[in-house]
C-alpha cells in the first residue's frame, strides 16, 4: 500500500469561501469575474462537491493575491495498491 495525494475538495471549497470573503467579494462577483451565467459553479466549489479548472485556479490565486498551494489542500491520508 502506498499513500497517494488526493485533493481535500471540502477544506479546498472553504478555501475558496474565506479567501473570497478576505478579498471582500461577493459570490456575485466572483460569478460576473468568471463570465458564469448563474452563481452555481462557486457554490460548488465553496461547498467541496466540485474543484475548479486549473484555468480558474490560476485566476483565483491572482484574484485573492495567493499561490494555488494557497487555495488547494491536499490530503496524503488515500492509502491504494499500486501494481508495477
Known amino acids: 500500500m502506498v499513500a497517494i495525494p488526493a485533493i481535500d475538495m471540502v477544506a479546498t471549497g472553504k478555501n475558496i469561501a474565506r479567501l473570497r470573503q478576505d478579498a471582500g467579494l461577493s459570490v456575485k462577483d466572483l460569478q460576473m469575474l468568471f463570465?458564469?451565467?448563474?452563481?452555481?459553479?462557486?457554490?460548488?466549489?465553496?461547498?467541496g462537491t466540485a474543484i475548479p479548472s486549473v484555468d480558474n485556479l490560476v485566476i483565483l490565486s491572482v484574484v485573492f493575491g495567493v499561490p494555488m498551494d494557497d487555495i488547494i489542500v491536499i490530503d496524503t491520508g488515500i492509502q491504494a495498491q499500486v501494481s508495477a
Open 35 to 47: 463570465g458564469f451565467m448563474t452563481p452555481q459553479a462557486i457554490y460548488k466549489w465553496q461547498h
